[in-house]
């Protein structure tokens, strides 16, 4: 079982940059795809940005030059660096992982609020 939990969300203005972290617990992240997700009130979840084991990423189309995933196997943590950030973002932003076989996200966070003001 890995628990993964978030932090890094708050308030802030358009423009402006958060760095959310995922700590996991449990289990090594170690073969697992890692996964940053939101979702905003009335909407559904979406898929913000993935990093696979071998470091490979992808990012959401709305997203792509603004935010960077990236992982630390040895500290067990993944991080989404957000930049240039707008209103649009505001949402609960989740991290997520695979099994080490892969396959979809069964590990999820808490989530962490991020707000933007304009």
């Known amino acids: 079982q890995v628990t993964l939990v978030e932090s890094g969300g708050g308030l802030v203005q358009a423009g402006g940059s958060l760095r959310l972290s995922c700590a996991a617990s449990g289990r090594t992240i170690n073969g697992r795809a890692m996964g940053w997700f939101r979702q905003a009130p009335g909407k559904e979840r979406e898929q913000v940005a993935t990093?696979?084991?071998?470091?490979?990423?992808k990012y959401a189309d709305s997203m792509k030059g603004r935010v960077t995933i990236s992982r630390d196997n040895a500290k067990n943590t993944a991080h989404l660096q957000m930049n240039s950030l707008q209103p649009e973002d505001t949402a609960v932003y989740y991290c997520?992982?695979?099994?080490?076989?892969?396959?979809?996200?069964?590990?999820w966070g808490q989530g962490t609020q991020v707000t933007v003001s304009s």
């Open positions: 997520a992982c695979t099994h080490v076989a892969g396959g979809s996200y069964n590990y």
């Open positions: 990093i696979s084991d071998s470091g490979t990423t």
